[in-house]
């Protein structure tokens, strides 16, 4: 009983000063490293082709510190604190006024088709119209996850 | 009474393990709504396992009633994105794919750390 208290009263301490766990800091450092090393990943597999886009969302929130993608990279002329990481200007705001959720509303408006009707049909990560190549694998087919395998 | 601190450690371990296992699963559901709604019936979740691995797990009833079960992994590597999904051999992403896996990672991003991570907005 005492236990769940005391979680408890952590928990409300936690929300009101805004401080985080050491799993969740630990969490959101590694949710925002992963991102740049996939960008990384991408830039090196596929060139700068992935990213010449315009940015999806602002990024306010892009970490000021040092970037070892850029210094790997030696790009390090195109990140800026002024800039997004691809080297552009922010969007205004008024571009997307709900922050993201515009966007994602904007990509499903066009969606004609279910994302997932049966195993033949290519389907998955979509983002927009557009989704991963399928076929579906044969279930004689199993690679190291296993269906249903919980992975974390 | 050492007993009683080894003990102690590893009940300190299981719930350190469990908070960061319940991160996940609210990250995954996050994740899984970014491609648009879910449909009835469907399971999807999105997901950074690792600063290096991404899981992309969907589950659905196909048309015939017959449960169906996908997960997709990419693997970051220094020189690539490495794609395996059940059943099929390890390959690198190719361009049209990389491009939705960086939008969606960056969308993900954003999403957890402004809804889970409290990061301002």
């Known amino acids: 009983m005492l236990r769940y208290l005391r979680e408890g009263m952590r928990t409300l301490f936690e929300a009101s000063t805004g401080d985080l766990t050491p799993e969740a800091r630990d969490r959101s450092e ?32 892009v970490p000021q510190r040092p970037r070892p993608l850029a210094a790997e990279l030696g790009h390090s002329s195109i990140i800026s604190t002024e800039e997004d990481v691809l080297g552009r200007a922010p969007l205004p705001e008024n571009t997307l006024p709900n922050g993201h959720e515009a966007y994602l509303g904007a990509i499903t408006t066009d969606k004609q088709t279910p994302i997932v009707q049966d195993p033949q049909y290519d389907a998955g990560l979509d983002v927009g119209n557009v989704v991963v190549q399928g076929p579906w694998p044969t279930p004689a087919e199993q690679s190291f996850i296993q269906p249903g395998q919980k992975v974390a | 009474m050492f007993s009683f601190f080894s003990h102690k450690n590893q009940h300190d371990d299981e719930r350190s393990t469990r908070r960061y296992r319940e991160l996940i699963r609210r990250e995954a559901q996050i994740g ?31 048309k015939s009633g017959k449960r169906r079960v996908v997960t997709t992994r990419y693997d970051v590597r220094p020189n690539g994105v490495l794609k395996a999904q059940d059943g099929q051999p390890y390959r690198y992403v190719e361009l049209e794919e990389g491009k939705r896996l960086y939008k969606a990672a960056r969308m993900y991003n954003y999403r957890v750390q402004t809804e889970l991570y409290g990061a301002e907005k």
């Open chain 1, 30 to 61: 590694i949710d925002q490293d992963a991102l740049f090393d996939v960008r990384h990943g991408l830039l090196v597999g596929l060139g700068n082709a992935v990213l010449a886009e315009e940015p999806l969302i602002p990024e306010p929130m």
């Open chain 2, 32 to 62: 899984g709504e970014l491609f648009g709604p879910i449909p009835t019936g469907v399971r999807r979740e999105f997901f950074c396992l690792d600063r290096k691995t991404w899981v992309w797990h969907e589950e659905w009833t196909d």
